[in-house]
């Protein structure tokens, strides 16, 4: 940096001023900052070096171009940091290609014994979509019709996305689904292989996997391994799965997030894992009070429960419910990320609670009630006790939180309290392969059992008679455990 009394000396200003051409000396030298002789002098280097000037305007284009190439339609990934622009995305493969489908995957239904919602997209417009499926090892076929709309936020390249509510299935029980459509000169576009998945028993154990916040890199694929190794029926996620931050030009980074899911998510017999999910702050592109506009994909790629076809997705529900078997009943909630704590969420939690009649009653949510952190909180007091309060009278058996990238066990807290006979655990925190980076990890606050910052994924066996949950580490090596039995 120059520093401005530089400027008052005679030697400097001719040395600046003789750098942009001729200076014509006076005796009065004052005048040479005038505008019209400053412009004669710049005038006067031009006619002397007009290459320079053509360099200049030539260094000019160059370092433009280079710069739009650079930044014009970014995306900044997170878990791992990745950059992409629009002009290196030329360079990638569009997971979607003409007269194909491409990620199939499958959402969970209030009812996951009877039904299920089968979901996929294709680059191509449709005339319509189906979805044949049949019992495993039987010969006849069913069909179903798929819903679709046409991604019209996406602009970079063509998606068109599919849903079929598939109802009236038979629990506990091996399916087949084929997607397809019809393309716009009849053919019948089908997608490559079969998809299987079992629906939930009516009663019995029922096995599942949860956690939250996934490392989209070889960390991550490890951790859905291991979850997918002890054969789960479905996935309840907590959020923060692809880490596209809600950004139109990170579609890709949805892409490959799918195409691992459908890869690594399959159980020992090649059964799909279903998966209900819950709006994390980087599906939502924020941390607090976020609009439904402003949230990109999430909303569009999971439908959760019958009867949307016409909602239209911007308006699908953010916070859900499914009953288990008959023992176990799970909500999907917004932590304040888009729906506000308190309200019609707050008032919905208590009549779900309230008539259900499961014996085991968990909640997954991003944000947690009780972290093992020491970080800015994301939630009021206000906000925390309704919630917690709701949680302790309808008697929640866990609360699944996630966020902060570490493993905790809370004690079993009730009336903010260690409560041995009757609290709440509390398990977290979301690292599905994440077990790098800062977490300010505080193991010692009051409600904590047990916290370190370690990659982790929770398997649930639910039953009429107890809820048994373990935590494995990338290793599938067990870390913790805890068991709720019920008389």
Same mark, same amino acid.
């Given at each position: 940096?120059?520093?401005?009394?530089?400027?008052?000396?005679?030697?400097?200003?001719?040395?600046?001023?003789?750098?942009?051409?001729?200076? #014509?000396?006076?005796?009065?030298?004052?005048?040479?900052?005038?505008?019209?002789?400053?412009?004669?002098? *710049?005038?006067?280097?031009?006619?002397?070096?007009?290459?320079?000037?053509?360099?200049?305007?030539?260094?000019?284009?160059?370092?433009?171009?280079?710069?739009?190439?650079? &930044?014009?339609?970014?995306?900044?990934?997170?878990?791992?940091?990745?950059?992409?622009?629009?002009?290196?995305?030329? $360079?990638?493969?569009?997971?979607?290609?003409?007269?194909?489908?491409?990620?199939?995957?499958?959402?969970?239904?209030?009812?996951?014994?009877?039904? /299920? /919602?089968?979901?996929?997209?294709?680059?191509?417009?449709?005339?319509?979509?189906?979805?044949?499926?049949?019992?495993?090892?039987? %010969?006849?076929?069913?069909?179903?019709?798929?819903?679709?709309?046409?991604?019209?936020?996406?602009?970079?390249?063509?998606?068109?996305?599919?849903?079929?509510?598939?109802?009236?299935?038979?629990?506990?029980? @091996?399916?087949?689904?084929? =997607?397809? #459509?019809?393309?716009?000169?009849?053919?019948?576009?089908?997608?490559?292989?079969?998809?299987?998945?079992?629906?939930?028993?009516?009663?019995?154990?029922? &096995?599942?996997?949860?956690?939250?916040?996934?490392?989209?890199?070889?960390?991550?694929?490890?951790?859905?391994?291991?979850?997918?190794?002890?054969?789960?029926?479905?996935?309840?996620?907590?959020?923060?799965? @692809?880490?596209?931050?809600?950004?139109?030009?990170?579609?890709?980074?949805?892409?490959?997030?799918?195409?691992?899911?459908?890869?690594?998510?399959?159980?020992?017999?090649?059964?799909? +894992?279903?998966?209900?999910?819950?709006?994390?702050?980087?599906?939502?592109?924020?941390?607090?009070?976020?609009?439904?506009?402003?949230?990109?994909?999430?909303?569009?790629? $999971? =439908?959760?429960?019958?009867?949307?076809?016409?909602?239209?997705?911007?308006?699908?529900?953010?916070?859900?419910? !499914?009953?288990?078997?008959? !023992? &176990?009943?799970?909500?999907?909630?917004?932590?304040?990320?888009?729906?506000?704590? +308190?309200?019609?969420?707050?008032?919905?939690?208590?009549?779900?609670?309230?008539?259900?009649?499961?014996?085991?009653?968990?909640? *997954?949510?991003?944000? =947690?009630?009780?972290?093992? *952190?020491?970080?800015?909180?994301?939630?009021?007091?206000?906000?925390?006790?309704?919630?917690?309060?709701?949680?302790?009278?309808?008697?929640?058996?866990?609360?699944?939180?996630?966020?902060?990238?570490?493993?905790?066990?809370?004690?079993?807290?009730?009336?903010?309290?260690?409560?041995?006979?009757?609290?709440?655990?509390?398990?977290?925190?979301?690292?599905?392969?994440?077990?790098?980076?800062?977490? $300010?990890?505080? =193991?010692?606050?009051?409600?904590?059992?047990?916290?370190?910052?370690?990659?982790?994924?929770?398997?649930?066996?639910? %039953?009429?008679?107890?809820?048994?949950?373990? @935590?494995?580490?990338?290793?599938?090596?067990? /870390? @913790?455990?805890?068991?709720?039995?019920?008389?």
């Amino acid at each position: 940096m120059i520093p401005l009394n530089a400027f008052a000396s005679h030697e400097f200003q001719e040395q600046f001023l003789m750098s942009r051409g001729q200076l #014509y000396k006076t005796e009065d030298f004052a005048r040479c900052s005038r505008l019209r002789n400053y412009t004669k002098s *710049v005038l006067g280097g031009i006619r002397q070096n007009p290459r320079y000037l053509a360099g200049g305007i030539l260094l000019s284009v160059v370092c433009s171009l280079i710069t739009w190439l650079l &930044t014009d339609g970014m995306c900044i990934a997170a878990h791992p940091v990745e950059v992409t622009t629009w002009f290196s995305r030329r $360079f990638q493969e569009d997971a979607c290609s003409h007269d194909a489908i491409c990620n199939v995957y499958f959402t969970l239904p209030e009812d996951p014994s009877t039904s /299920i /919602i089968v979901n996929f997209h294709s680059r191509d417009e449709p005339k319509s979509g189906f979805v044949d499926y049949r019992l495993v090892g039987k %010969s006849e076929v069913f069909k179903a019709d798929a819903n679709w709309f046409k991604f019209e936020e996406l602009t970079e390249v063509d998606r068109h996305i599919y849903w079929a509510e598939i109802d009236g299935l038979q629990p506990g029980t @091996a399916y087949e689904f084929i =997607p397809g #459509y019809e393309d716009e000169y009849g053919n019948m576009i089908y997608a490559d292989g079969h998809y299987k998945v079992k629906t939930v028993p009516s009663n019995g154990n029922v &096995t599942f996997v949860t956690g939250g916040d996934m490392q989209n890199d070889a960390n991550g694929m490890r951790m859905s391994q291991v979850a997918a190794s002890h054969d789960p029926a479905f996935a309840l996620f907590g959020g923060d799965m @692809a880490y596209a931050n809600s950004n139109l030009q990170c579609y890709k980074r949805w892409d490959y997030w799918f195409q691992n899911w459908d890869k690594y998510m399959r159980t020992p017999l090649g059964f799909n +894992i279903p998966i209900s999910v819950t709006i994390g702050n980087h599906e939502a592109g924020g941390d607090r009070g976020r609009s439904r506009d402003d949230v990109k994909f999430y909303l569009e790629y $999971f =439908p959760q429960q019958l009867g949307l076809k016409n909602v239209p997705p911007k308006e699908r529900p953010l916070y859900h419910s !499914h009953q288990i078997s008959n !023992h &176990t009943f799970a909500i999907m909630l917004d932590s304040g990320l888009v729906e506000p704590f +308190i309200g019609s969420q707050s008032t919905w939690i208590e009549e779900q609670l309230n008539k259900s009649t499961a014996v085991n009653k968990i909640a *997954v949510y991003h944000y =947690p009630m009780y972290p093992a *952190v020491t970080v800015a909180k994301f939630m009021t007091a206000e906000e925390k006790q309704t919630w917690v309060g709701l949680f302790e009278r309808y008697n929640l058996t866990v609360g699944f939180e996630n966020h902060f990238h570490v493993f905790k066990q809370s004690k079993p807290i009730r009336a903010n309290k260690v409560d041995e006979k009757d609290g709440i655990v509390y398990l977290g925190d979301g690292a599905w392969g994440i077990d790098g980076g800062p977490t $300010f990890l505080n =193991p010692n606050s009051w409600w904590i059992e047990s916290a370190v910052q370690r990659a982790h994924v929770y398997v649930v066996t639910a %039953s009429e008679g107890a809820l048994d949950v373990k @935590a494995f580490d990338k290793g599938n090596q067990q /870390i @913790a455990s805890y068991t709720k039995l019920h008389s």
